[in-house]
């Protein structure tokens, strides 16, 4: 088996639920239509990448949806918030015997399938990789081993996500490489800024 495994972290699509941000302006049944189309994005950017995948579910496993039975794992998230919930995705990940794992979620237009394999790449030769999100989180993070305090002491969602990460590596004394800055996809704003480009 191939020793590299994407973890795509991803929210089941149901009215009400997803995109919270974004339904407060535009209302649910827009941000679920909206929601629908970055998961096909996601979708069709990893589904040919040469490695092993993995969608992880906020909440129950659906084995009729976008996501190929043939060509991703599913599982479920494990714990209370974001954090604890990454961090055992990895830990399962690892676990399982991949050698380097990356995690997305499923926020990103701009993320390409160059980008997520570069995550890897990286890995040959530093410990981390990670992607900045403009907003101030990330967008992708890669591993060669799991790294609790990554997911430790963080407001998630807020714009102080990546520097506090980028802190966390630091302090560990790791080598890491910054990938291109991203929009994540999280108001109206941010959407409207897409369609405007």
């Avoid at 050698?99 to 530093?126: Q, W, Y």
């Avoid at 900045?132 to 992708?140: F, I, N, R």
Wanted: with cysteine; aromatic share 10%; hydrophobic share 35%.
């Amino acid at each position: 088996m191939t020793k590299l495994l994407l973890i795509i972290f991803a929210k089941n699509p149901e009215l009400g639920k997803v995109k919270t941000r974004l339904s407060a302006t535009v209302g649910n049944q827009k941000a679920l239509a909206i929601y629908h189309t970055l998961l096909s994005h996601t979708c069709k950017i990893t589904q040919p990448l040469n490695c092993e995948k993995a969608v992880f579910y906020s909440g129950y496993i659906d084995n009729e949806d976008i996501w190929d039975n043939t060509i991703y794992q599913k599982h479920t998230q494990e714990g209370d918030d974001l954090g604890i919930r990454m961090f055992n995705a990895f830990q399962k990940g690892f676990d399982m015997g991949y050698e380097k794992v990356s995690i997305i979620g499923t926020d990103n237009l701009e993320i390409t399938a160059e980008i997520i394999m570069r995550s890897f790449d990286v890995l040959e030769v530093k410990d981390i990789a990670v992607g900045p999100a403009k907003d101030g989180g990330y967008y992708l993070l890669s591993m060669k081993k799991n790294h609790d305090s990554f997911f430790k002491n963080k407001q998630w969602s807020t714009s102080s996500v990546f520097e506090n990460t980028l802190s966390d590596i630091k302090a560990l004394h790791l080598s890491y490489e910054v990938l291109p800055a991203l929009h994540d996809i999280d108001t109206e704003e941010d959407w409207n800024k897409r369609l405007s480009k």
